[in-house]
């Protein structure tokens, strides 16, 4: 594509904004809601109203672009993120301020998924895993500046509000407007199946093994967070060092450019194997930081990039393999399958070290690698069979 640096610049920095008004939603509703001394159990159904915005958005975003073009699809989120960002200014009534959370939750979702897909088909082949990593990078960066951003704007009153509607204002000005990438339509072989029918065909070209990979990056990117810090405190971590070992874990997952840069180079079933053995091997050695503390730094530092490399590979290969709707499908699918991963793990390792607080996190971490690891050894047998037996083209003789 002709002059695709300038498009891709303008497509990375407009996110980068949204993305941060974005993650301050969240922490900031939980926070503003504390300081109101709201049941604790309301604060969880409105932190929940976001992720269930999300999965809407991967209900809708294809038959809106089916509908109205990607770009128009794309803005209108935009707009729909702005216009819910300011609606918290309405009225402290929490059914408002929660159908505000689950709209913010569908645009965001659908014009990330939007622009994954637009990313992917820009890269020039060579240096996919480059800039897809740097896409990567970008929203892990902007989920931490997003509470430094509340710390100096406050978590009460109007002013946090107003700033996130700001951040997503400067997107939307950066997108609009803009030449769009082309390719988000049906291609000829999709355009003649059915919904359900393109969707099975979609899976089948995903494979076993990228789903497992986008599944196991949710798990652990979302699930060590989440349950680390009271194990931690365990071993004799003080509640500052325990945060502070958050925040590790944080700028691992920022290191997905050496991941991408490995990804143009090394064969990709390689690259998610490799990247699945270190997790559950991180995962298995967490027993060693009863007697040695320090160890949680390293496995902390593994896990998180390592958690969102498996998440930057899968969407890797996405943009490798797939074109035209399809693409947006496969884009949805892997955030899809990345979102559960991201459910059930912060879950199975709450359940795990309730019950055998010393080996619990290493027993649930260790054993569901184990077994997405065999998912995708399996699948990788199955891969390079398949590819074994495809027949080599030999070129016909020239006749005469």
Same mark, same amino acid.
């Given at each position: ?18 993305? *941060? ?38 209900? +809708? ?69 480059? *800039?897809?990593? *740097? ?12 509470? @430094? ?10 002013l946090p509000f107003v700033v996130a509607a700001i951040l997503t204002g400067i997107g939307l000005r950066i997108f609009a407007p803009m030449q769009p990438p082309s390719g988000l339509h049906p291609t000829a072989d999709s355009a003649a199946l059915a919904g359900p029918q393109r969707l099975v065909h979609t899976l089948r070209q995903i494979g076993p093994m990228v789903l497992a990979a986008a599944l196991l990056g949710g798990l652990y990117e979302a699930g060590i967070p989440a349950v680390l810090p009271p194990f931690s405190v365990q071993v004799g ?40 053995? +270190? @997790?559950?091997?991180?995962? @298995? ?10 160890? @949680? ?50 879950? +199975? ?13 290493? !027993? ?27 027949? !080599? ?8």
């Amino acid at each position: 594509m002709p002059n695709w640096k300038p498009t891709l610049v303008r497509l990375l920095s407009g996110y980068f904004f949204a993305a *941060i008004a974005y993650y301050m939603i969240p922490a900031l509703i939980v926070l503003n809601l504390t300081a109101r001394n709201t049941e604790p159990a309301l604060i969880g159904l409105l932190a929940a109203c976001q992720p269930v915005g999300l999965l809407l958005a991967l209900v +809708l975003v294809e038959p809106l672009i089916a509908r109205y073009d990607a770009y128009a699809t794309f803005i209108g989120a935009f707009w729909l993120a702005l216009g819910a960002s300011l609606s918290f200014l309405l009225s402290e009534a929490l059914l408002l301020w929660a159908a505000a959370v689950i709209l913010i939750g569908v645009a965001s979702g659908i014009y990330y998924v939007i622009a994954e897909s637009w990313v992917a088909l820009l890269c020039p082949p060579e240096q996919r895993g480059q *800039i897809v990593s *740097i896409f990567e990078t970008i929203i892990g960066a902007t989920s931490l500046l997003a509470p @430094l951003i509340l710390l100096l704007t406050g978590t009460s009153g109007w002013l946090p509000f107003v700033v996130a509607a700001i951040l997503t204002g400067i997107g939307l000005r950066i997108f609009a407007p803009m030449q769009p990438p082309s390719g988000l339509h049906p291609t000829a072989d999709s355009a003649a199946l059915a919904g359900p029918q393109r969707l099975v065909h979609t899976l089948r070209q995903i494979g076993p093994m990228v789903l497992a990979a986008a599944l196991l990056g949710g798990l652990y990117e979302a699930g060590i967070p989440a349950v680390l810090p009271p194990f931690s405190v365990q071993v004799g971590f003080s509640l500052a060092l325990a945060t502070l070992l958050v925040a590790v874990i944080g700028v691992g997952s920022l290191l997905q450019i050496p991941i991408g840069y490995l990804a143009d180079r090394l064969a990709w079933p390689r690259l998610m194997l490799a990247a699945t053995v +270190l @997790l559950v091997v991180a995962s @298995l050695l967490l027993p060693l930081a009863l007697r040695f503390p320090a160890v @949680l730094w390293l496995l902390g530092f593994v896990w998180g990039m390592l958690g969102g490399g498996l998440y930057t590979l899968a969407m890797i290969r996405i943009g490798a393999t797939l074109r035209g709707m399809q693409l947006v499908q496969g884009t949805t699918v892997i955030f899809f399958a990345y979102i559960i991963g991201s459910i059930i793990g912060p879950v +199975l390792g709450g359940i795990g070290l309730s019950f055998a607080p010393t080996y619990g996190l290493s !027993i649930v971490f260790g054993g569901v690698g184990l077994a997405g690891l065999g998912v995708m050894v399996r699948a990788n047998t199955q891969y390079m069979r398949r590819k074994r037996r495809r027949p !080599i083209a030999v070129p016909k003789p020239p006749e005469g």
